[in-house]
Every structure is written in structure tokens, then in C-alpha cells.
């Protein structure tokens, strides 16, 4: 076989990545690209905030240059197109390929910094060198200072993952499925002790890191940004009560920063034992939203499953905070000149920022309606949830088409939603 | 605070009204710096026309140009941290208004120093709402600057990386510090119609406002950024408005990939088709209902075109032995004996199984014995005249897709045990591929709780002759032998 160009290998191994949820950029260390060791700068920069520099028309932003170091793998795991049995087109990067590419898009401004991750060739150890590597050289040869995120294999020593996280701003094991059994099924090369070990090995190296850097103040960074991981949604029969369960249980475990939800969906080449049908992405989106709930709206896992139908799922019509709201029904109306901030977080329709100027505008005049409704996107939402001085919604939180009253009318945008 | 605005009344002469010029669009000091000195002197809002650069002042043509003189006992202007760094931005604004409805702003903040948290009011909020247009104009341009290399004529100077951008404000200057953090090591320009900068590696400096034509026309880079653009996309997951929503159009015509838009969603629909189309030729799935009868699998296997296999001139073989049976016996495939038969394991690897189950004392009609593939594959060869069919073996995938029945047979029968003869059997109930030699002989538990013993296909000891032979033929009644001995300790 000819030669694959780079922009070929570009195609195919950008293509195997786009399975992948994270494209996160932020929350990592403040550095720049001024002076430095050799007194003529870096290149690069992260200030807290990372940047989406263009969207697909997916709607998912790209922030940085996502790909995969090789598309080749020993493992033959049934949700992934890059699986042993699958006839894809293969290709495979060098190292200094990788990081030619990262500098010449860095240097454009099309990206943030690397998000690398790799089929296992010859064997984990093996892999994790030639991601480790890549690394290395945007570190230390071009003292680059943008984001790297290095996807770590957890069949790989604890040492060679260690040295990833010394080098990359983020670090993420994937858990791959919310349950163990639908991994004993469709991952039968993984083992989900030990991704959990691997999981506590990056925990534990955090900690210790910033142990140390509150002692002396030139101890090495390790993976400022953190960790996270991913799981796979709708390939298995887990609901979404045990995948918020299980979600929860690693956020706690495992100090991880964030858990990416990737909706299954259909793969050239699939394994036989997989679904026919792809979940809908709105599912996705409300698994997400639940993220959301429990990390910003003090939200307890209990009370995301308590907003699940009986099946175990949340509904796809309606947002989990609506729903919750819907079979809570006695905790409301809520008061908005009187409530306290957590329970003005659970009306539907105020977002923390609204529940901000809410709390900050009442200490100046009693709200109006009106008045909430210049703080909010939507009144119409959040009306039956709340009194104002003018308004009390006599009836309706207790209508019992509420639910149709609010749930949105999608049949015009499922087009395009699922 | 009306009493406050009476009290101004004292110093200034109602019919004064004053013009101010500001010497640059973006210039926060200087608004500061004037606008001080007008609250001091307790001048209205609306007796003060403010003009940037370029902007008209004939509203107040007959306004006093000249500043009023701030009186000895002025009270110190009261601006909170808040207003400021809210000012500092809503003043990039390209909205002429801005500069009056800060000024009425701090006018009104004399009187409430905490006016800035009643979010509720008309003014604070049109305030935030034009600091919010500015920073995400300016988090755009942090984000859709696109540089383009030039080789530079100058001697030594090397590369320059130049950009064309269209600020909706007066961000450029603002946002100087960002690029030149981010790209201290470089030699680079940004070109825009209000103004440019250029950055040398060590000194910034500002150059008037560019065309677009002043810019580089392309970068032999942006092919590779618009095949990885094409290749992240998923077109299983279109979603136009959320990408609009971030990246509007007015964006896109400086930006490379933007041009590929309408292809990508034009053609997303095919793509998604052909994705699922090439998934579904060997689809079935949990969601998708097994037959919970044997009978209902025999007649469904006959049907079964889910691989090539099942295409070819052949006939399925369904398991046979009792629906109870605590040991499940697993093939490979149906051979041309056993096709013919249509029963499994008549052909001669078949009777010499017989021969070693009798051996090991174990009865083979006390058992279910199948195979991990239900077709017969094969190439037609012409032999000696006659057509023949050569056993060919069946690919990872086909074993995969054919793992759908041997698990809906496992489902019903429940053996307590399971014996998988040969890798492709093995693969059949595991999922993945195992060498024979290494699994031998130790069971491997399976998710319902039964057990996964791996031996050799007694085919194989067909195809050994002298001492190999003996020593597999060894091996293979070992294996046999301990099967038993389990047998004997699970069925109780």
C-alpha cells in the first residue's frame, strides 16, 4: 500500500475521534507564552476559560484538535468503530506528526491545544509511551504552553500514567459503560476494577500534587485541570437512574471534574451484539442537564432519580428540573421576594444567574412580576412556580396539564433534535 | 435624588449644555476623566451631547465645547467597582448612546450608591446588556481570528502570520494583551476595519484601520483544517441551530472551514444513511426480541441472512439434545456432512467426538450440542471433475453477528456448564478471541453464573498424524475429563 499523505491520515484518525464527548479547554492553570526558561517566550496560553474556536454543524464546538495517534487496536470492543474485527480504513501518526500538526493549527489560531488519544498497538504500555511522547515534545522541545489533554489507557503502568499527567493539563480514563456487566459484555478486553484502580492511582497522584505545591512552591503540576471520563449511553439497558448513580459515585470517588455522556450512535462496521436503534441524543442532552442540576443547583442524586419515570428513565419531553417539579408539586409556589436561594434554584426556568439578580435586586424594592420577567428568558415558564407581589398562581400548579401547559412543542424541531 | 438635582440648579445655568468630543471610540479614560468632572459640576444627563470620533454633534451645535470648572467644595464622585469594570466594557459598544446612558448612570448612582444590584432597572440592565454584546464579541474574536503565514520579504525577519477580522466593536485594542500573550514568539498583525496591530516579538504597535484586500488571501494549512473539520463531524448528530446559535454567519466569511457548512449539512443525511445502512446489513440487538422457543430459533436461523454466510446455498443447523441439558456442547460451524444432514456433528469430526465422549464417560445425548455459526461456509471448487464444496472458515464479525442465536439457545436451555470447542466457539460466547492453549483446562465463569471450558475442535486432531496427534488426543480427553468431573460437581 502507497504511502498514506498526512491530510489522509489527518481524515481518518480526526473521523475515529468524533465519537468522543470532551472538547472541555478549561479550568486548568493560567499560563502564557511570555518569557520563560530561554528568555524569548513559549507558545501558548490558557486563561481560565477555554475558547470553542468553531462549531460543526453538530452543534458541538472545537476547541481542540481532537485525534487519535492510531486507529489500530488489539481490543475488540463492540461499541467502537476502531474495534480489532472492524474492516475501517487504519492509519497511524508518529509522534513529532501529531505535534508538527498541533503547532502549525495552534499557531493559526484554529485551536487550544491537543486532545490525543490512541487505539492500543503492540500493547498498553506501548501506546501510552507514544502519547506520553507526543507530549513530551510539545512540552519541552517548543515549550508549548496551550492545553493538552491526553486520553490514558488503564491497562498502562501507574508510572507511564503519572508522567501524563506531569505533562497534560487533563487527564481521562474512560469508563466506557455505566454498567459492569454491559462492559463484561461489549468491552470483554476491559476490566472495570481495573479502570476504577487506575481511576484512584490518578486521584491519589492529584492530591499528593497539590500536597506538595502548598509546600514548595516550584513542585511539579500535575494535571491542573483534572480528571474525567466518559461513558457510553443507550448501548446497554442501563436507565438513567443508574447511570446518574453511577455518575455520581465517581464524581465522589474519584474527585473527577467532569463525566462526558456519549450518546451511542450508529458506527460503520458495529458489532452484531449492538442495538439497532441509536438513543435519541435528547437523551443525551437530558443526562447532561442532570449533571448540571447536581453540580450547580445543589441537586442530590436521589433527587434526579426521583425525577425518573417508572421505567428509570428521565422523560425526553420535559427538562429534569420540570419534572422534578411536576411530582413535587407541594414545594411550591415559591415566593421569589421571600424564598431562600436554594429553593428559588429549584423553580424551573431560573437559572443561577436569575436566582443572582433576583437575590440581589429584591434587597432594593419588592418584585413584580415585571420585574422577574426582565431577569428571566422565559416568564411564561417560571410563572406557575412563583408569587410575586401581584401574582399568585391560584390553580395551576395543581392543573393537571400542566405538564403538556409547559412541556415545549417539539414537533417542529425534531428535525433536527434527534 | 430629586432634591440633589434641584441643588445643581445653584452652580450651573439652566440653559447650559455642553459638548463633548471624544478623541477615540474606545477611550474609557478620557469618557472618566470628563464625565468626573461633569457630575462634580451637577450637569443633567441631558444637557451633555457626547461625540465620538466620526459621530455628529449638531443636536447641541450651539453646546459649550468647553468644560465647566469644577467648584472648590465638589463632593468626590462616588463610582462603585461594579460600575467601573461594567463601564470599561459597555463603552466598546458600537452603540453612539452608550456614552449618555453611562453618564445618566453615574448620575443616578450619586444619589443610590447601590443602584448597580437592582438588576430589575431599565438602565443597569441595558448597561449589562451591552458589556455582555462586547465580551462575547470579543471572546469571538479571541476564537475566529484566523492567521494566515506569509513568508516575509525582510531579511531575517522570517514568518509573520497575518489575520483579517471584523470586530462588530471597538474591541481591537482591548484585546491586544490576549494575542500577545498567547503568541509572544511570534511576529503576527491583525488587520481590521477599525484599526491593526502588529506585534514583533517584543513591541506592540498600532496601524490604522486595513481592508480586507490589505490581508493574505490563504494558507496551504487551512486544507488540513478543513478535512479535520469534515472528519470531527458526526452527521449522526446534525444539529444547525446549536452551531448558528455560536458561530452566527456574520462570522463566517473570514473563516476558512465556514465555507464547507452547506456540503457538511447537505449531505449529512446520506452519510448518517450510509453509516447506519453499512451498520444495519449485520444488525441485531438487545432491543430487537429473541425467539424463546428452540423452535421458534430453528425456523428464525433458516431466515437469517445477517451475514454473508447465511446468503450462500445452504441450509441452517440448529442445536439439538434436551432443552434441559446441564452441559451445552459448541461447534464451530455446520460442515458439508452436517449441512446435508442438517443435523450438528454427523460428519467425521463428529464420530470421533462421539469416540472421546464415550472416553470420559459422558453422554452425548445427555447433552445440547450446537455450533457458534449456524451456515455451512464454504467455496464451490471444481475437484476431479466435480464440484465440490471447500469449509472455509468464518470471519470474527460473522461469528459476532451469529452470537445473537447461540446466546438466545443458551437463554432457554441454561446448561450448567458450557464445553466451546475451537477459538471460533470460544469467540462465540466470549465476545472476543482467546488462544486455546492459554484457556485450557480452567474455567472461565460467564455472566449468568454457568461456566466457559475452551478446548480444541476435534477437527483439528483430524488433521495431526504420528505423536502430535497423540499428545492433542491427550490433551483433548484431559479437557474431557475434567468437563466430567465439574459435571458431576454443578448438577449436584
Known amino acids: ?418 | 435624588m430629586i432634591a440633589k438635582q434641584n441643588m445643581g440648579l445653584q452652580h450651573v445655568k439652566l440653559s447650559s449644555y455642553y459638548v463633548v468630543h471624544l478623541p477615540e471610540a474606545d477611550d474609557f479614560d478620557f469618557w472618566r476623566e470628563r464625565a468626573r468632572v461633569l457630575v462634580q459640576c451637577e450637569v443633567p444627563p441631558d444637557r451633555i451631547a457626547w461625540v465620538e470620533p466620526g459621530g455628529s454633534g449638531d443636536l447641541f451645535a450651539h453646546g459649550d465645547r468647553n468644560m465647566p470648572v469644577t467648584p472648590a467644595d465638589a463632593r468626590p464622585v462616588r463610582a462603585n467597582r461594579r460600575f467601573v469594570s461594567l463601564a470599561r466594557n459597555a463603552i466598546l459598544h458600537s452603540d453612539p448612546e452608550r456614552f449618555a446612558l453611562l453618564y445618566r448612570l453615574l448620575w443616578r448612582l450619586q444619589a443610590n450608591p447601590r443602584m448597580m444590584e437592582d438588576k430589575a432597572d431599565t438602565d443597569v440592565r441595558r448597561v449589562e446588556d451591552l458589556a455582555k454584546n462586547v465580551r462575547r464579541d470579543s471572546h469571538k474574536m479571541h476564537a475566529f481570528v484566523r492567521f494566515r503565514l506569509v513568508e516575509s520579504e525582510d531579511e531575517g525577519l522570517g514568518e509573520h502570520y497575518v489575520a483579517w477580522f471584523e470586530p462588530e466593536h471597538h474591541i481591537l485594542r482591548a484585546n491586544a494583551g490576549f494575542f500577545m500573550r498567547r503568541f509572544s514568539n511570534m511576529r503576527w498583525s491583525i488587520l481590521t476595519p477599525r484599526g491593526s496591530l502588529h506585534w514583533d516579538g517584543s513591541s506592540m504597535s498600532e496601524g490604522p484601520p486595513a481592508q480586507r484586500s490589505d490581508a493574505p488571501g490563504g494558507d496551504p494549512m487551512e486544507d488540513l483544517w478543513r478535512s479535520y473539520y469534515a472528519a470531527i463531524f458526526n452527521p449522526a448528530r446534525l444539529k444547525v441551530g446549536a452551531m448558528l446559535k455560536e458561530m452566527p454567519k456574520k462570522y463566517w466569511k473570514n473563516m476558512p472551514e465556514a465555507a464547507l457548512i452547506p456540503e457538511l449539512i447537505a449531505g449529512a443525511q446520506n452519510r448518517e444513511a450510509a453509516m447506519v445502512a453499512k451498520g444495519k446489513s449485520v444488525f441485531s440487538g438487545e432491543f430487537e426480541k429473541r425467539p424463546d422457543t428452540l423452535e421458534a430459533i430453528d425456523k428464525a436461523i433458516h431466515a437469517c441472512r445477517k451475514c454473508p454466510i447465511g446468503a450462500l446455498d445452504n441450509h441452517a443447523v440448529m442445536g439439538e439434545g434436551p432443552r434441559d441439558a446441564a452441559l451445552m456442547i459448541v461447534g464451530e460451524q455446520p460442515g458439508d456432512h452436517e449441512d446435508q444432514a442438517g443435523r450438528p456433528f454427523v460428519g467425521p469430526a463428529g464420530k470421533l467426538l462421539d469416540q472421546h465422549l464415550d472416553r470420559a464417560g459422558i453422554d452425548r445425548r445427555s447433552a445440547y450440542v450446537t455450533n457458534a455459526v449456524k451456515h455451512f461456509k464454504y467455496v464451490p471448487k471444481i475437484v476431479r471433475g466435480g464440484k465440490r464444496r471447500l469449509h472455509q472458515n468464518p470471519q470474527a464479525k460473522e461469528i459476532d453477528t451469529c452470537r445473537w442465536w447461540i446466546e438466545a439457545e443458551r437463554a432457554i436451555v441454561q446448561p450448567k456448564l458450557v464445553l466451546a470447542m475451537g477459538a471460533s466457539a470460544a469467540r462465540g460466547l466470549l465476545g472476543r478471541t482467546v488462544s486455546i492453549s492459554k484457556v485450557r483446562g480452567v474455567p472461565i465463569p460467564l455472566e449468568d453464573g454457568s461456566e466457559l471450558w475452551v478446548t480444541a475442535h476435534p477437527s483439528y486432531l483430524l488433521r495431526l498424524d504420528g505423536p502430535a496427534r497423540e499428545e492433542q488426543a491427550r490433551l483433548f480427553d484431559a479437557d474431557l475429563a475434567a468437563v466430567k468431573a465439574r459435571l458431576g460437581e454443578v448438577a449436584g
Open chain 1, 1 to 418: 500500500m502507497a504511502a498514506q499523505s498526512i491530510l489522509q491520515k489527518l481524515e481518518i484518525l480526526a473521523d475515529a475521534a468524533k465519537y468522543d464527548a470532551s472538547c472541555a479547554s478549561s479550568g486548568t492553570a493560567k499560563r502564557n507564552s511570555m518569557g520563560g526558561p530561554n528568555g524569548r517566550g513559549g507558545i501558548g496560553s490558557t486563561e481560565g476559560m477555554g475558547i470553542c474556536h468553531a462549531y460543526a454543524p453538530d452543534g458541538r464546538c472545537i476547541s481542540l484538535l481532537k485525534i487519535l495517534l492510531t486507529n489500530h487496536c488489539v481490543f475488540d470492543c463492540h461499541y467502537c468503530v476502531n474495534r480489532k474485527s472492524s474492516n475501517v480504513a487504519r492509519a497511524r501518526f508518529t509522534p513529532q506528526e501529531v505535534v508538527d500538526l498541533t503547532l502549525a493549527f495552534y499557531r493559526r489560531n484554529y485551536i487550544e491545544g491537543l486532545f490525543l488519544s490512541s487505539g492500543i498497538v503492540k500493547s498498553s504500555n506501548h501506546t501510552m509511551e507514544q502519547l506520553v511522547e507526543v507530549a513530551r515534545i510539545l512540552r519541552e522541545e517548543h515549550d508549548f504552553r496551550g492545553y493538552i489533554h491526553l486520553k490514558t489507557i488503564p491497562e498502562a503502568d501507574a508510572e507511564m500514567v503519572h508522567q501524563a499527567g506531569l505533562y497534560a493539563d487533563r487527564v481521562s480514563i474512560n469508563v466506557e459503560l455505566p454498567t459492569d456487566s454491559g462492559l463484561t459484555r461489549l468491552a470483554p478486553d476491559k476490566n472495570a476494577a481495573q479502570i476504577e484502580g487506575a481511576m484512584g492511582k490518578v486521584k491519589a497522584d492529584l492530591v499528593e500534587a497539590k500536597d506538595a505545591r502548598k509546600r514548595f512552591r516550584h513542585a511539579p503540576r500535575f494535571a491542573p485541570a483534572g480528571q474525567s471520563t466518559q461513558m457510553i449511553v443507550g448501548a446497554d439497558a442501563a436507565t438513567d437512574s443508574d447511570i446518574v448513580g453511577k455518575a455520581s459515585r465517581l464524581y465522589d470517588s474519584f474527585g473527577l471534574r467532569r463525566v462526558y455522556y456519549s450518546a451511542f450512535s450508529p458506527i460503520p462496521d458495529a458489532s452484531a451484539v449492538l442495538p439497532l436503534k441509536r438513543p435519541p441524543l435528547i437523551r443525551e442532552h437530558r443526562l447532561y442537564q442532570s449533571d448540571w442540576l447536581m453540580r450547580f443547583y445543589g441537586y442530590k442524586p436521589a433527587d434526579v432519580m426521583q425525577a425518573t419515570e417508572p421505567d428509570g428513565n428521565l422523560p425526553l419531553d420535559i427538562d429534569p428540573k420540570l419534572a422534578w417539579a411536576l411530582k413535587f408539586r407541594g414545594a411550591f409556589p415559591v415566593d421569589v421576594n421571600r424564598a431562600s436561594k436554594e429553593q428559588l434554584l429549584r423553580v424551573p426556568g431560573l437559572g443561577v444567574k436569575a436566582v443572582g439578580k433576583i437575590l440581589a435586586s429584591r434587597r432594593h424594592r419588592a418584585l413584580r412580576l415585571d420585574d422577574v420577567a426582565r431577569l428571566t428568558l422565559s416568564i411564561t415558564k417560571v410563572r406557575p412556580f412563583i408569587c410575586t407581589v401581584d401574582w399568585r398562581p391560584v390553580l395551576l400548579t395543581d392543573r393537571a396539564d400542566l405538564r403538556s401547559l409547559l412541556a415545549p412543542k417539539t414537533e417542529q424541531l425534531e428535525l433536527f433534535a434527534a
